[in-house]
């Protein structure tokens, strides 16, 4: 079994940053992937960024140039850092860990973790 454990988010103004954390513990294999997920009430959940084992990212148009993704070694864990953000950046932001075990992706998810971003 895979824990998942975010961490970070919180309130900031409008052009501020803030932190997002997300730790893989558990079963984990070599081959993973860590996404970051959010979401608002009615709408669909939004794909922002995605880090594989292999050093791969990817980030959604929304956000590129203002949020960057690293990884915590040797830790499976990742840290999104969000800066100049904007009030659509307003979401809960959710952890996804995938790995593979030979045959598929399973997949495990965060709780969910409040941002908030002010005027």
């Known amino acids: 079994q895979v824990q998942v454990a975010e961490s970070g988010g919180g309130l900031a103004q409008i052009g501020g940053s803030l932190r997002l954390d997300c730790e893989a513990s558990?079963?984990?294999?070599?081959?993973?992937?860590i996404d970051w997920y959010r979401q608002v009430p009615g709408k669909q959940r939004e794909e922002i960024t995605s880090f594989s084992y292999t050093g791969d990212v990817t980030l959604a148009d929304s956000v590129r140039g203002r949020f960057h993704v690293s990884r915590d070694f040797p830790r499976v864990a990742v840290t999104l850092q969000m800066n100049s953000l904007k009030i659509e950046d307003t979401a809960t932001y959710y952890c996804?860990?995938?790995?593979?075990?030979?045959?598929?992706?399973?997949?495990?998810w965060g709780r969910g973790i409040q941002v908030i971003v002010s005027a």
């Open positions: 558990g079963s984990i294999l070599d081959r993973w992937i």
């Open positions: 996804r860990v995938r790995q593979w075990d030979g045959l598929r992706w399973p997949e495990y």
